[in-house]
């Protein structure tokens, strides 16, 4: 019951320190900015295309960027703040201030974990309503046009689907899991995204990509790709958790 106390504390103290830094709101800035960078050339691409109404929820999802735009920036944007939580405690004196507060290690990490799974999912949600936004802007540059005269985005496609959310939480819990034996955010973030996509790629139903490759080299070689895609992400955190309290209880706080 302490260790959960401290590790709510640990988060709120976290959260606070997101809040508070203008770094934080930069990272969402730009995460939705790249969101609706492509949307506007896949609305008018939809449109010349003579069905935009077929192709809504494609220009919403990122268009040719091939369906998982929102939810991969998400992810990636998520693992830098996430690894932020942890690489920032070891520069300027910042952990001498965090471990004083609350010395244990472990609950201090979960409270990362935590506020690294909600900053996941408000990631996705903004960066798809960036997207959505952006795709109401296109498509009414375009009313002039015939094909477009009668167009609807149903306001469902403004809400990230539970996948761009799972894995865009991922994202975030990977970054702070890889950051303690990483240690430079440089090396961090990208390893949680890369970490994150490759089990999005295992996923039955994937946008990834990869999706067809890693399933065709899956059966060449005998593995059972839905048991997999199943225990993945439990064994790859589990297994991340344990490098990460065995990094941070070796680790000196200067």
Do not use: N
Request: hydrophobic share 55%; net charge positive.
């Amino acid at each position: 019951m302490i260790g959960l106390r401290s590790a709510w504390y640990a988060a709120a103290y976290e959260a606070t320190r997101l809040r508070t830094r203008r770094s934080t709101f930069g990272v969402f800035g730009l995460a939705m900015f790249a969101s609706a960078l492509v949307t506007l050339p896949a609305a008018r691409a939809a449109v010349t295309s003579g069905q935009p109404q077929a192709h809504v929820a494609w220009v919403v999802a990122g268009g040719s960027a091939g369906m998982v735009l929102p939810g991969t920036v998400a992810a990636l944007a998520a693992a830098w703040l996430g690894a932020g939580l942890v690489t920032e405690d070891y520069r300027h004196g910042v952990g001498l201030t965090t471990y004083t507060r609350l010395p244990r290690r472990g609950a201090e990490l979960l409270g990362k974990l935590l506020v690294a799974l909600v900053v996941g999912i408000t990631l996705a949600s903004a960066t798809r309503l960036a997207a959505y936004a952006t795709a109401l802007g296109g498509f009414a540059l375009t009313r002039g046009s015939s094909a477009a005269q009668h167009l609807s985005l149903g306001v469902v496609l403004a809400l990230p689907t539970p996948a761009e959310s799972c894995f865009a939480a991922l994202g975030g819990i990977l970054g702070v899991l890889c950051a303690p034996a990483l240690r430079l955010r440089l090396f961090a973030a990208p390893a949680g995204w890369l970490l994150a996509a490759l089990t999005a790629a295992f996923v039955p139903g994937s946008h990834s990509p990869y999706a067809k490759v890693i399933a065709r080299v899956s059966a060449e070689i005998g593995l059972p790709i839905k048991q997999i895609a199943i225990a993945l992400p439990e064994a790859l955190v589990l297994g991340l958790l344990l490098v990460s309290l065995f990094s941070l209880s070796r680790r000196r706080i200067d």
